[in-house]
């Protein structure tokens, strides 16, 4: 916890600024409609949620949640000012969304941070209804190269990598798991999940991070 508290008033920020491009990434391969509901889990300080409210406009909802109090209160400063906005403090692999009542959802960089990726991935899979899409940006270092093994290590120090390779995960839960680009870098991945069924596979969920 004490980790991301600190990073969401440093690189967090430094992130932010360069984050245009990417956002708008995000927002035209979830092809968000007016009127739908999207979810925006490890939300950090919040730097999509305004583009996620131009998308969905007034007669959507973003539900914006992250783990980190310190990243919580920022994000929340940024939404106060958009009554459909809701940001949530939350463990994403302990807490369900509710079933079936997100149009989609998108996840930068918080998968692979999380003490139980399957279970994370699940209640994901769980809170979209039949047809409803997630955009995953995440670490990816299922690669056995002297760079993926090093940030293997750093990865596990700083924010407690389990090793858990969230496309695999992902594709044991969703009907279709799809690259966004050609071509995949050696450590990230960009990929578009979609839900086919309405019956998501429930993994067992894990206590919450140890405070501190």
Known sequence: ?????????????????FAGKFNGLVIDKLDLQPGEVVLDIGCG???????????????GRVIAMD?????????????????NVEVRQADACTTAHGAGQFDAAVALGAFSAMPDVPAAIANAADAL???GRLFVFDMRLARNTRTTRLLRAGYRWIAGFTGADVVTELRTVFGRVEPVLATEGETTTLVMAHKITDTATRSACTPSRPAG
């Not at 300080?45 to 007669?59: D, R, S, Y």
């Open 1 to 17: 916890m004490q980790f991301w508290d600190f990073a969401a008033l440093t690189y967090y920020r430094v992130l932010d600024r």
């Open 45 to 59: 300080t919040g730097a999509l949620i305004p583009e996620l409210v131009k998308a969905v406009g007034p007669q």
């Open 67 to 83: 783990y980190s109090a310190r990243m919580v209160a920022i994000a929340r400063k940024r939404a106060k000012n958009w009554p």
């Open 129 to 131: 209804k039949p047809g």
